[in-house]
């Protein structure tokens, strides 16, 4: 409209941010990755990666429910589609994790490697930190492709009572409060007809008894 002015408004971006951009490009997502069969999930899963988020600086922890673990002894699992549904309701309150069914919906045996090359195929912005407990990192020379797949991922082991603490891998170690609690242990304390409050959410409680999972 004539006479009228044109209101503009500006933001100041730090000149030092914006010449660090430029010459590296922008700082990449630090994500961590939550693998396993959550055959169900509990509460130790969800303290570890809170713990790791914290003290890694991560911008956010993806749960990746596997299909068909890659283990010799292969385990007795639930179907995959109550399995997905109890992280989803575990995670429901940390505005930071969230699910991928990736693996689930790829099919067949769960290859981290597999999981990991597509993964940055999708997000090449992002820098990936695999979490696993301290029991887990002897065995990593077993894993499919571990030659490969430490120079696409970082892993971070989680310091576990008589874990051995060394390896010739790259792992970055975090401290977490010691929780005894085991995907076992609560199919066993249902199978046996014990309480498992405090043990997993409470809507996973809640959902483990409406179907009736793990009584058999």
């Not at 992002?126 to 696993?132: M, Q, S, T």
Request: hydrophobic share 40%; aromatic share 8%.
């Amino acid at each position: 409209m004539e006479g009228s002015r044109l209101q503009t408004s500006t933001v100041d971006v730090p000149k030092i941010q914006v010449m660090s951009e430029l010459m590296f490009g922008a700082p990449k997502k630090r994500v961590g990755l939550m693998g396993g069969t959550f055959n169900p999930v509990h509460n130790g899963h969800l303290i570890v990666a809170d713990q790791v988020a914290s003290q890694l600086g991560l911008d956010q922890v993806v749960f990746l429910p596997d299909n068909l673990p890659p283990h010799v002894d292969k385990k007795e699992a639930i179907a995959a589609k109550d399995r997905v549904k109890m992280v989803r309701m575990a995670i429901a309150g940390n505005e930071k994790f969230t699910l991928d069914t990736l693996e689930v919906d790829r099919g067949g045996v769960s290859y981290t490697y597999d999981t990991i090359k597509e993964l940055k195929a999708r997000h090449p912005d992002v820098d990936y930190y695999f979490i696993i407990g301290g029991d887990m990192v002897e065995y990593l020379p077993k894993w499919n492709r571990i030659d490969e797949l430490v120079k696409m991922v970082k892993f971070v082991g989680v310091k576990r009572t008589g874990a051995k603490m060394n390896s010739k891998y790259p792992i970055l170690w975090v401290d977490v409060p010691t929780i005894d609690i085991s995907s076992t242990l609560i199919r066993n304390k249902i199978k046996q007809g014990c309480s498992i409050r405090y043990l997993v959410p409470d809507a996973v409680a809640e959902y483990l008894k409406e179907e009736g999972l793990y009584r058999d």
